[in-house]
């Protein structure tokens, strides 16, 4: 440990005297000034450390440094003169530095505290409630307002679920979609009602750290519009209200003449009382009609109304409610709302849908549901090729979810910020499929676009590429994917140069590649290049014990798409679908459910066994239907028909299902395309 001697006892010694003695590394022998009242030396007596007015007594005292921190050049050369040779002598400048540096350090901290002192302050102080989760949806903060608002204590609430403060929050809805929610209503337990606008915590790396939600009481405004009371008893609480809400609201008389204003409503509409009380209504309209009048002729409260208002025409949209007294109209209320914000929630989802459009992967392993042992197996193995870049093969019936692998796989492998192209093979035509995998030069063939055209290869270069129903492609097709796969090049139709890619090939079958390569329909040399690392993806029938998480997952994915509220499903119900053999899969799956919540009671909280279609019937069954053929119409006309009318029935018992319906009509998939697009019976099915 280093022994040092501290020669001047005033600001720059005093803040080295709290720096060095925080540390471990260095022993402060004494304190000298030939002031006896220098603030150093009361500092180093309550830190037990001695003083003196006179350094020489100390400078033999075996002294590793020397600090002086008079700044007298004269007390400097004095020490360097009597030092022994181990002695080193930091000069007083140095001392001043480090003082300068350590009062800056402090006030730094002192802005900092205060800050976060001015923003706790504020934040207690606001009208407005508000309360933070983090990303488990645990209580973190909630300010005096809301414990007002809720009843309820702080220490009540901070550390807890959000779910078992407030039982119907949305808050857990927030964190799952990342998306947020403006100006919602919300009953809360203790009767209140509040309009709330949550919002996820999403950091620089796009990380959730949590949400909020900031709320206020509407409580009494809701009963001034609602209900039956006399407008001139309340008109003292009602301007109290109007007077601390954020939102715009404006009062009515029978006339339609403005009676009230608060300053919010100043704000957003850049009108004043002296321009709007005792005024018509329509006085504050720019664009669109007085809702106020509207709801002054039917007597019936607008909500959701949007027009323009102002001098700047500022969009809004707005809940306006009569007031009645006895059964008497005596004006009705207003509240506007500013929709700026949610133009700029359009504006940001606008661009992250073209974000999904560029990279077009939707889906990771998390939306992968699935705890059986067949599927873990297959999930272990999709996130082991997510992080080699060999070529995966997806193998498994129609709808078990290859897609979503692919999509999964792309997401977690380090292709992710790149193009995630989707193929499929199958439904593009063989005369167009090699120009659209490969591009072409300019010239290549008649209708060809002045230029040329990049490929699909070549649009997902640094990528993925999903090459799905690979078993439909030609063998001519299947020698030029091959040739892909061994060189990492391509070549447009109609030219000479090659073009190297770098593209991860994701390619998926229903189709038995081993059978197909004994009937000569598949390249052998194709099927090992391309199994490097197949992954199986087990039929529904294969993982029945993942049925229940399917199906809740599948009600949450339909409320959400149907507006419903459906929670659970029934034992019995979830035992009906157990017992069925699922040939459709998971497609299938989701198409009973999706019949089932179609026809349930809108206040219907389960699916029961009653709500679900008769699993037994035969899809020709429930949806036949009877040609009626004339004797007067053309051969080709009743031919066309009846093979519309057969096409459509072995395409519905298959579930929709293109190669199965393909197979039992013996005919090529491209032919049933053609077929499917002839007769329109694609947009009834399954795409």
């Not at 800056?104 to 009208?127: P, S, T």
């Not at 203790?190 to 996820?200: A, E, S, V, W």
């Not at 199994?531 to 029938?541: D, V």
């Not at 389960?606 to 051969?635: A, R, Y």
């Amino acid at each position: 440990m280093k022994r040092v001697l501290i020669v001047g006892a005033g600001k720059g010694g005093s803040a080295l005297l709290n720096i060095l003695n925080a540390t471990n590394i260095l022993e402060i022998v004494a304190m000298i000034d030939i002031n006896c009242n220098a603030p150093g030396l009361k500092l180093a007596k309550k830190q037990n450390i001695p003083t003196d007015n006179q350094w020489k007594s100390w400078i033999d005292k075996n002294i590793d440094i020397v600090i002086e921190a008079t700044g007298d050049e004269q007390v400097f050369q004095a020490l360097l003169e009597h030092r022994s040779r181990k002695t080193v002598v930091i000069p007083g400048t140095v001392a001043y530095i480090i003082s300068e540096l350590f009062d800056e350090k402090q006030e730094l901290l002192e802005e900092v505290e205060l800050q976060m002192r001015n923003q706790a302050l504020i934040l207690n102080n606001i009208r407005d409630g508000m309360i933070v989760v983090n990303n488990q949806g645990i209580i973190t903060f909630i300010n005096k307002s809301a414990e007002e608002i809720m009843e309820l204590k702080k220490r009540e609430c901070e550390g807890k679920s959000i779910e078992t403060i407030i039982t119907n929050t949305h808050l857990p809805e927030i964190l799952r979609n990342r998306r947020r929610e403006v100006n919602q209503k919300l009953t809360l337990e203790n009767g209140k009602q509040i309009i709330t606008t949550r919002i996820p915590i999403i950091n620089a790396d796009n990380l959730l750290l949590g949400a909020f939600a900031v709320f206020k009481d509407i409580t009494e405004v809701v009963k001034l519009a609602e209900e039956n009371t006399d407008l001139k008893e309340i008109k003292t609480m009602l301007e109290a209200i109007i007077y601390s809400s954020d939102e715009a609201i404006s009062v009515v008389d029978e006339q339609g003449l403005g009676m009230m204003i608060n300053p919010a409503y100043t704000r957003i509409t850049g009108l004043t009382e002296e321009d709007v009380i005792g005024k018509p209504a329509t006085t504050d309209i720019s664009e669109g009609e007085s809702i106020h009048m509207r709801v002054l002729q039917t007597r019936r409260a607008v909500r959701g109304a949007t027009l323009k208002v102002g001098p700047a025409k500022k969009e809004v949209y707005v809940n306006v409610a009569p007031v009645i007294v006895d059964g008497k109209l005596k004006g009705s209320v207003g509240v506007i709302h500013d929709i700026s914000e949610v133009q700029a929630l359009t504006s940001e989802l606008k661009r992250a849908r073209q974000i999904i459009r560029n990279l077009e992967a939707k889906y990771t392993f998390d939306d992968i549901i699935g705890k059986s042992p067949e599927m873990k197996i297959a999930l272990e193995q999709a996130k082991v090729g997510a992080r080699t870049p060999a070529t995966v093969l997806l193998r498994g019936q129609s709808g078990t979810g290859k897609e979503l692998f692919a999509h999964a796989i792309h997401h977690e492998s380090d292709r992710k910020h790149h193009k995630f192209i989707r193929v499929n093979c199958a439904a593009i035509a063989e005369s167009i499929l090699e120009s659209e995998l490969f591009g072409y030069e300019d010239g290549a063939f008649s209708g060809a676009r002045r230029g040329g055209k990049k490929g699909l290869f070549e649009e997902a270069n640094n990528g993925s590429i999903f090459l799905d129903e690979i078993g439909e492609l030609s063998l001519n097709m299947q020698a030029k994917l091959l040739r892909v796969l061994q060189e990492n090049e391509i070549v447009r139709v109609g030219g000479t140069n090659p073009i190297a890619i770098n593209v991860r090939i994701i390619a998926a079958t229903n189709v038995n590649l081993e059978k197909a390569i004994m009937k000569k329909t598949f390249r052998e040399d194709l099927y090992y290049r391309l199994s490097r690392l197949p992954i199986y993806i087990p039929s529904l029938k294969e993982r029945l014990s993942d049925l229940p998480l399917l199906a809740n997952h599948i009600i949450l994915k339909i409320n959400q798409d149907y507006g419903r509220d459906v929670q659970y499903i029934s034992e019995k119900a979830l035992t009906a679908l157990k017992e069925y053999h699922w040939p459709g899969n998971i497609r299938e799956l989701e198409n009973v459910i999706g019949r089932a919540m179609i026809y349930m009671g809108l206040h219907e909280k389960t699916i029961e066994q009653k709500h679900l279609p008769d699993l037994t019937l035969n899809h020709s069954q429930q949806h036949g239907e009877t040609v009626v053929l004339t004797t007067t119409e053309p051969l080709q006309t009743a031919v066309e028909k009846y093979e519309k009318n057969y096409i459509k029935k072995v395409y519905e018992q298959n579930n929709y299902n293109k190669t199965k319906t393909a197979k039992q009509l013996q005919i090529s998939i491209r032919n049933l395309y053609y077929k499917l697009e002839k007769y329109q019976l694609a947009k009834g099915g399954r795409q």
